[in-house]
Antibody, heavy 122, light 111 residues
Framework: EVQLLESGGALVQPGESLRLSCAAS????????MSWVRQAPGKGLEWVSV????????HSADSVKGRLTISRDNSKNTLYLQMNSLRVEDTAVYYC???????????????WGQGTLVTVSS | QSVLTQPPSASGTPGQRVTISCSGS????????VNWYQQLPGTAPKLLIH???QRPSGVPDRFSGSKSGTSASLAISGLQSQDEADYYC????????????FGTGTKVTVL
């Protein structure tokens, strides 16, 4: 059974840093691209970042480029999101999502974690 | 970065058919496949349709997807109370280095 379990969400002040983790199980982690998708309170879904299965290719939304960095450790079956210089507008539930295919295939996220809440407020 | 445009709401009575539209551009829907997600209240999104019109295992055949040019649509036939949820379309966008784009979301209400 595929499982994705996010952790690391917290209440932080603007300008602070945070690292989110997503522990994966039930599939060959290194074979699939992974993404982070966020959802601000009461708002729609916003894609954040994607990383290829081998970790060599990454891409992020313009809104987070240079501040939020995606990475993965295939030996630990874990996806990360390093969040620096956090802003109030980064407040959201952050989901990790497994792609059905390779990096950039765009054929859908077939499994999602339960989400972890990041609140940025002074 | 752009988003795909959906109507904010749709509704129907039990048993009716409801259709949700999703409008994009040549660089997203026009060049790539469309996926649809269902988000029940308080839960994570779930893949409902992938590759324009393919249902993952376990998704009822009441749900169907289609695509034409730079637009796509999701149809729910035989509407049921448990279909009340938010629905999002999504596609890869080939602009610049490429990125994913989600639709604005449609709240489906069962009257």
């Amino acid at each position: 059974e595929v499982q994705l379990l996010e952790s690391g969400g917290a209440l932080v002040q603007p300008g602070e840093s945070l690292r989110l983790s997503c522990a994966a199980s039930g599939f060959i982690f290194s074979s699939y691209a992974m993404s982070w998708v966020r959802q601000a309170p009461g708002k729609g879904l916003e894609w954040v970042s994607v990383i290829s299965g081998n970790g060599e290719s990454t891409h992020s939304a313009d809104s987070v480029k240079g501040r939020l960095t995606i990475s993965r450790d295939n030996s630990k079956n874990t996806l990360y999101l390093q969040m620096n210089s956090l802003r109030v507008e980064d407040t959201a539930v952050y989901y990790c999502a497994k792609e059905r295919g390779y990096y950039g295939s765009g054929i859908g996220f077939d499994y999602w974690g339960q989400g972890t809440l990041v609140t940025v407020s002074s | 970065q752009s988003v795909l445009t959906q109507p904010p709401s749709a509704s129907g009575t039990p048993g009716q058919r409801v259709t949700i539209s999703c409008s994009g551009s040549s660089s997203d829907i026009g060049s790539n496949t469309v996926n649809w997600y269902q988000q029940l209240p308080g839960t994570a999104p779930k893949l409902l349709i992938h590759s324009n019109n393919q249902r993952p295992s376990g998704v009822p055949d009441r749900f169907s997807g289609s695509k034409s040019g730079t637009s796509a649509s999701l149809a729910i036939s035989g509407l049921q109370s448990q279909d009340e949820a938010d629905y999002y379309c999504a596609a890869w966008d080939d602009s610049l280095n490429g990125f994913y784009v989600f639709g604005t979301g449609t709240k489906v209400t069962v009257l």
